[in-house]
T-cell receptor
């Protein structure tokens, strides 16, 4: 079974600064996806960024980038130029790739990190 | 807007009762997933359907059941409700490959 650990229950950052959220995972799989989802106070679950494990290049989406260290099983999220709208709970999630014709399965989530951006 | 529709947004009911949560996936998505989010358990996977068939089961209680209909919408039935069932229930859908797209959730309060 896979486990995802987010060791920072809460983080805060000043507007326009950079913050990094940590995530580690445990799996015996070699092919998988990793994701960061954002849950603002509106409680929507919004996909921030995703990374395929077979890709060595770190994913980037505008102000959001990841540092994917496969050997260390680490997947951190860096938010640059933080904005007030980035205030949310951030979840790291893991999904293994299907094998043998089975469908893609579930996402396994970490416990989340509450990020507060201060003006 | 993710394109996944969940109804109702809020539900308040008493212990012992039964409720049905509904989910309409994004157009073209064949897979539907149900998740429960509670303060103590975090986001827990309950069950997955693909094109009408159950594909995977997670930490779903025997008091809970789900189904996916021919038009691909899904329902999650929760019966003999207990206080501990109070949570946010999410539906997500995908075309059977990542990413999953989540609805806005149904907030269930059991009193």
């Amino acid at each position: 079974a896979q486990t995802v650990t987010q060791s920072q229950p809460e983080m805060s950052v000043q507007e326009a600064e950079t913050v990094t959220l940590s995530c580690t995972y445990d799996t015996s799989e070699s092919n998988y996806y990793l994701f960061w989802y954002k849950q603002p106070p509106s409680r929507q679950m919004i996909l921030v960024i995703r990374q395929e494990a077979y890709k060595q290049q770190n994913a980037t989406e505008n102000r959001f980038s990841v540092n994917f260290q496969k050997a260390a099983k680490s997947f951190s999220l860096k938010i640059s130029d933080s904005q007030l709208g980035d205030t949310a709970m951030y979840f790291c999630a893991f999904m293994k790739l299907p094998v043998g014709g089975t469908s893609y399965g579930k996402l396994t989530f970490g416990q989340g990190t509450i990020l507060t951006v201060h003006p | 807007d993710s394109g996944v529709t969940q109804t109702p947004k809020h539900l308040i009911t008493a212990t012992g009762q039964r409720v049905t949560l509904r989910c309409s996936p994004r157009s073209g998505d064949l897979s539907v997933y149900w998740y429960q989010q509670s303060l103590d358990q975090g986001l827990q996977f309950l069950i997955q359907y693909y094109n009408g068939e159950e594909r995977a089961k997670g930490n779903i209680l025997e008091r809970f059941s789900a189904q996916q209909f021919p038009d691909l919408h899904s329902e999650l039935n929760l019966s003999s409700l207990e206080l501990g069932d109070s949570a946010l229930y999410f539906c997500a859908s995908s075309v059977d490959r990542p990413p999953l797209h989540f609805g806005n959730g149904t907030r269930l309060t059991v009193t």
